[in-house]
């Protein structure tokens, strides 16, 4: 338990300093979300109701851009074997990671929502709205992307591929999290269903995604 | 004659070389039996002469899902049982999957214009298929972005698993997101609610089909053999002329 704690505080610790790049991934999203009135023009009822697809679509992109932080710098730095060879599972190491990257990448992009539903003219309600929907589907963003994070560092040139390979297994979470979300904001369905989907998919990722990425690390780190 | 016996890439060579002809023959003949009952089939009072499109549309849309099917079986064999045959299986069927798909949302999509007045729609059933087109380049690009076989043979197995376990999931959740194509109407409780003037020439078309894919995916498994023995030949050739 200690050397997971150890693990985890550690990853958030190397995430937000120097070199880090956690941060990048809010910037990012600020900077996508700012980008969308240019693409549809300014008008404010149609910001609102495009607020909580541009607002999710924003920090799937995001969450995707900072995946590949995961491995590759332990990778480079021969941390990664340790962690594949000690005496920790690798699989709860895995999780381990995902939680700390989640920490460090993921929580900064529901803090930053308020602001960014501010910007979209989303009221009280649709904020805290996609606010939760966003603390509930990015775990399994991060833990569904950590596959294909574990894929690409044995891959050695797999950055590019990353995306590729995450991005049709999050659409689920993308059609669950904005479904939440509009149904919160302006129904016709109750808001429970399609949440508490969301929830369940996140669940499911908690499982497979441990799993499948020591799977890839056992089998492709040599 | 087990499995394992076709664990010697040589007996796989010889036995297939032997069966390759036999089945090509009868999945000619068998898609040209299903070809001419399907142009001889009335047509619907509804769709007209379309209807016909279904005859290929729906075995290929049968076959895209088939096809990652076995291509799981093959990513177990890799992983669970390391059958030095598995990997080879995977890597061939994925290019022969990506095209029954792509065929799939092609006449899917030409049958989609008389009937739905549009080419594209974003329904339910097209839309899966089309992520599960995306998965199978994906899964391609994973095989080319790899120089060594089996290192990209254990990563390709972890993507087929993962995308086995999730395309009911993402099937599911399309689904919800938005229905418009008719419901399943071969397949379901209290049978058929096709007509048997269509339901044979569908039955024989699938069953020609399979047996295509079957052919392909074993001609294709023995080029890979092949074409990795002319790999290792080169690269013995090149490091006797180093040395």
């Known amino acids: ?222 | 004659m087990t499995l394992i016996d076709l664990a010697n890439p040589t007996k796989f060579l010889s036995l297939t070389g032997r069966i390759l002809p036999w089945l090509a023959g009868v999945t000619a003949i068998l898609l040209t039996i299903g070809l001419y009952q399907a142009a001889m089939a009335p047509d619907d009072y509804q769709q007209g002469a379309t209807v016909k499109i279904m005859f290929i549309h729906v075995p290929n849309a049968w076959l895209s899902m088939f096809v990652w099917g076995v291509m799981s079986l093959a990513a177990l064999g890799t992983l669970v049982w390391r059958h030095p045959l598995a990997d080879v299986a995977a890597k061939a069927a994925a290019p022969i999957g990506a095209a029954f798909t792509f065929l799939a949302l092609v006449t899917g999509s030409l049958w989609g214009r008389p009937m739905w007045g549009t080419y594209w729609q974003w329904d339910a059933r097209l839309t899966s298929v089309l992520i599960l087109f995306l998965m199978y380049l994906g899964l391609i690009a994973l095989w080319r972005a790899v120089d060594d076989p089996s290192r990209a043979a254990r990563a390709a197995a972890i993507l087929t698993l993962v995308g086995a376990l999730n395309l009911p999931i993402i099937k599911f959740s399309v689904d919800w997101w938005n229905t418009l194509h008719q419901p399943a109407s071969v397949l379901r409780m209290g049978g058929s609610t096709l007509d048997r003037a269509f339901l044979i020439p569908l039955l024989v078309m699938a069953v020609g089909f399979s047996l295509l894919f079957v052919t392909l995916h074993l001609a294709a498994m023995r080029n890979e053999i092949l074409r990795r023995r002319v790999r290792s030949l080169q690269i013995m050739q090149a490091s006797q002329q180093a040395a």
Do not use: Y
Not at chain 1, 103 to 108: E, R, S, T, V, W
Not at chain 1, 126 to 151: D, E, W
């Open chain 1, 1 to 222: 338990m200690t050397a997971l704690a150890a693990l985890i505080r550690r990853d958030i610790r190397i995430a937000l300093r120097v070199g880090g790049g956690a941060l990048i991934g809010v910037l990012f999203f600020l900077t996508v979300t700012v980008l969308m009135p240019f693409a549809l023009g300014p008008d404010l009822a149609l910001l609102t109701r495009l607020g909580p697809s541009i607002l999710w679509l924003g920090a799937l992109l995001a969450s995707l851009l900072t995946l590949d932080r995961l491995f590759t710098s332990d990778h480079e730095d021969g941390s990664l074997d340790l962690i594949v060879m000690g005496r920790t599972p690798l699989e709860l190491a895995c999780a381990a990671k995902a939680l700390a990257h989640w920490l460090a990448a993921g929580l900064p992009l529901i803090l930053a929502t308020p602001v960014l539903g501010l910007m979209l003219n989303l009221d009280a309600t649709a904020t805290s709205a996609v606010a939760l929907t966003l603390l509930v589907g990015t775990p399994a963003l991060t833990f569904i992307g950590m596959i294909g994070a574990a894929l690409a560092v044995t891959l050695h040139r797999g950055g590019l591929l990353l995306a590729v390979l995450v991005l049709p297994l999050s659409i689920p979470v993308l059609i669950f999290g904005v479904a939440a979300s509009q149904a919160a904001i302006s129904g016709p369905l109750p808001f429970g269903t399609p949440f508490s989907i969301l929830c369940a998919i996140s669940l499911v990722s908690f499982v497979i995604g441990p799993f499948a990425a020591a799977a890839s690390l056992r089998h492709g780190l040599d």
